[in-house]
């Protein structure tokens, strides 16, 4: 592999570092890892296989020993029931013995299947139908064996009906033996078990043939239904025999089955099988067998035990075989494993040894690189968008090293180096864009502000028109809505709001400071349930929070709803909480607003939400304030927002500004009710503060970038009471707020009014007539607006 950096000079002599090419070739028994691998899979798979095979094992013998003396008693007793049907001589103590013979095995039978788990859970796992299925099948079948006995004692229905009960059975029985059979997973066991399940059903023809020739009775007499089975019974064992046994057996089983086919009583089974083919004689009632049938009872008594023990030494010697395949198959995993185990444990030293010096300084540089990711390169992001100086030294350099791992270290630092410089160069450009952002609020600003004070002398000139003094009012109003527009360019592109006020504000001025920013203020409720008043540095931050909250609220609900807007204290601190009764959120909503107020989004997010310029001023500001903005569900319906202010915002109780004089209950042509400073976007006609002193003027501004003029406070309207052609009282304004430049001068000390001396129920009532005042002007606003 190439260096990617420099070379080193050759004058300087280091230290050989093995490549990690060479150690990636030690690590060339990793396919001896592999044939590891291999080898437990295929331990795992024979192991698999092995117990597999004892569990048919386990199961043909538990299982198998049952079915096979179930089946031979429903076979006897079959033949007995069809004799008997058929008017043969046949006792009715040896028909109980018989049946008794077979409640014995049926017992036995439902003894064993009702443990049947192990074979079923082998079943499972061969992805097969589960054994217990066929045993259920069978057992469901022989509930119904005593209600057949008595419909078969009292010949009710027919004796096909009653044989074929029998043989449904006994069909199930084989069907559950065939199950049990292919479960192997041995190509040659496999083969070796067919003619087991080849012998059950041939025996099974040759007792059907039994049954049928019982069926006939002392006359001979057969229907033609059942010469047809006699007929398919005859043609299926032999060609069973031929096709499915015969070429299957071991030499020991083939001996006993043709000794057994040489047995004079087999030739008289197929001596009696071609007569009865060759010369029976139709009737019109059936099929009337040769005399030769006669000789069928003795012959099947003999050949038949003979023919159940060649079953069961097929069935037990797949059973042996498999067993014996079980024992192989665990010899060979055991010296599989023994032999792999040796060259593993030799390889694995090997890769021991030369992975833990690959792994050590893989580890040395994991560690540098973290370090770098998570601590060093955040704090360099954060100092260049901070404007600060970055230490070079902390960040890692490039020193051209020869082997892969310092390769892949200098690799790293170009990706740090060219990380750095990108955010240098986005921090450059954050920054001139945030001075240009600045400048641009700062100038539209003072437009702004220019136009505000041509509005007022307006409304001082034109103030006695009132329809356009109303006008008037609607542009103030919407001049201050572009005067907050401007402040939140402000505040995003990363700059403070100024902020005239010297003196803690009241919590219940600073409400209605916040809702006359609004537009729609008119539906805006207030409640101050506490008394508090909040830090003068904080107050146009907050006001400015408020009505972008509240200016939400009215502009996402119903036209003629009320926003109710409350403040109390609370642990943490001040709680507002604006409450509308605007449309539904989801969840999912609210979890994202909340996630864009409670952290400062970056720029990224606002340029895919530029929409929600609201939730992002309100995000900054409260992350400047330290304060708490969450969204949630109202009582109503609508939205709740619930706005936190840290206690550190709340002046002393000892701040809290004295209440004012009481005023003169008795009304006076002259008087004008002392207005509320709250910043309205309603504006009404302003003139300078009765008897203010001027104050000083203030210092220059900086040239770059200009703040935006401090926000005058703003008093809501007040009408006087006097003659109807007198012009409507004014609200006065702060003091050295609107002055000229020439009549702002040092301020003189104003004279301690001293403690109130109003009693409670004085201060009420006089609160009471101020109220009932502005309610009063309010109304004939809004009538004189088109």
């Known amino acids: 592999m190439a260096p990617e950096g420099p070379p080193s000079p050759p004058p300087v002599r280091r230290r050989r570092t093995v490549r990690l090419r060479t150690m990636l070739v030690c690590l060339a028994v990793v396919p001896t890892v592999a044939m590891g691998t291999q080898v437990a899979v295929t331990a795992q798979r024979l192991l698999a296989q092995s117990e597999h095979l004892r569990g048919d094992v386990e199961d043909g013998e538990r299982i198998g020993v049952p079915l096979v003396r179930l089946m031979n008693e429903l076979q006897a007793e079959r033949a007995m029931t069809a004799a008997r049907w058929a008017g043969s001589p046949v006792t009715d103590d040896a028909l109980r013995e018989k049946r008794a013979g ?40 022989l509930d119904l064996l005593a209600s057949y006995r008595k419909r078969a004692d009292a010949h009710s229905g027919s004796a096909e009906q009653a044989v074929g009960y029998y043989t449904g059975v006994i069909d199930d029985i084989i069907r559950a033996y065939q199950d049990e059979f292919s479960h192997s997973e041995d190509a040659e066991l496999a083969q070796e078990s067919r003619p087991a399940v080849a012998l059950f059903s041939a025996t099974e023809m040759v007792a059907r043939e039994d049954t049928a020739l019982a069926l006939a009775g002392p006359s001979r007499e057969l229907a033609a239904t059942g010469f047809s089975q006699f007929l398919d019974a005859v043609g299926t064992h032999r060609y069973l025999y031929d096709t499915w046994i015969v070429p299957y057996l071991p030499p020991t089983e083939l001996a006993a089955y043709d000794k057994l086919t040489g047995s004079d ?71 599989l494993i023994g032999a792999s185990g040796g060259a593993l444990l030799l390889v694995t030293a090997v890769v021991v040894l030369t992975t833990r010096s690959v792994l050590r300084r893989l580890n040395r540089l994991h560690t540098r690189t973290v370090a770098i990711a998570e601590e060093t390169l955040p704090d360099v992001v954060a100092r260049l968008q901070r404007g600060e ?88 109003q919407l001049t201050v809505g572009m005067r907050r527009q401007i402040e939140n360019l402000l505040i995003l592109a990363g700059g403070e709001i100024p902020d005239p006020h010297t003196e803690p504000m009241r919590v219940a001025d600073l409400l209605r400071e916040a809702a006359a920013e609004v537009e729609d203020f008119r539906r805006i409720e207030r409640q101050a349930l506490d ?48 409450e509308d009764r605007g449309p539904r959120v989801t969840p999912a909503g609210y979890e994202a607003m909340n996630e864009r107020l409670h952290s400062a989004p970056p720029y990224s997010v606002l340029a895919e939400n530029a929409h929600r310029l609201g939730l992002f001023v309100v995000g900054h500001l409260a992350e400047q304030l330290q304060a708490r903005v969450t969204l949630r569900r109202s009582v109503y319906g609508g939205t709740a927002a619930v706005v936190v202010l840290p206690g550190t915002l709340l002046a002393p109780a000892a701040q809290h500004p004295e209440p004012g004089p009481r005023p003169d209950r008795e009304p006076r042509p002259a008087a004008v009710p002392a207005p509320v400073r709250i910043p309205v976007r309603e504006p009404a006609v302003r003139e300078p503060a009765p008897e203010a002193p001027p104050t000083p003027a203030p210092g220059p501004e900086p040239a770059a970038p200009a703040p935006l003029p401090p926000r005058p406070e703003r008093a809501l309207p007040t009408r006087s009471t006097a003659a109807a052609d007198a012009r409507p009282a004014l609200p006065e304004r702060v003091p050295q707020t609107h002055l000229t430049r020439q ?8 004279p301690d009014a001293g403690r109130d001396a109003a009693t409670p129920e004085e201060v009420a009532d006089a609160w009471a007539d101020y109220e009932e005042g502005t309610k009063k002007v309010e109304a004939e606003l809004g009538a004189d607006q088109p």
């Open 102 to 141: 077979t409640d014995r095995a049926v017992a036995e039978f439902r003894r064993i299947s009702g443990s049947g788990g192990d074979m079923a859970q082998h079943a499972d796992e061969d992805g097969q139908e589960p054994g217990d299925g066929r045993l259920d099948a069978v057992g469901g079948r």
């Open 265 to 335: 009583a087999w030739q008289s089974k197929l001596r009696i099988e071609n007569a009865v083919i060759a010369n029976h004689k139709d009737t019109a009632t059936g099929v009337k067998l040769p005399a030769d049938v006669g000789d069928w009872p003795a012959a099947y008594r003999t050949f038949a035990p003979r023919l159940a023990q060649l079953n069961t030494d097929r069935a037990r010697g797949v059973f042996e075989d498999a067993d014996a395949k079980a024992t192989e198959l665990e010899v060979e995993v055991s010296w």
């Open 389 to 476: 100086p970055v230490d070079e030294e902390a960040l890692p350099a490039v020193r051209g090293r020869q082997d892969e791992v310092g390769q892949i270290a200098d690799a790293f630092a170009r990706v740090v180096a060219a990380s750095v410089d990108g955010h240098r160069q986005l921090a450059a450009e954050r920054h001139g864009f945030g001075l240009f952002a600045s400048g641009i609020a700062s100038r539209t600003g003072n437009l702004v502000s220019r136009q505000l004070s041509l509005t007022e002398d307006l409304q001082d000139t034109f103030g006695h028109d009132e329809a356009l003094l109303a006008q008037l009012m609607r542009s103030d």
């Open 531 to 578: 008394e508090a008043s909040v830090q003068p540095h904080a107050i146009s931050q907050i006001s400015h929070l408020l009505a972008e909250l509240l200016d939400n609220a009215t502009r996402f609900s119903p036209p003629r709803s009320k926003v109710v807007v409350r403040a109390e204290l609370v642990a943490d601190g001040l709680s507002v909480e604006i």
């Open 743 to 750: 009549l702002r001068g040092p301020r003189a000390p104003e």
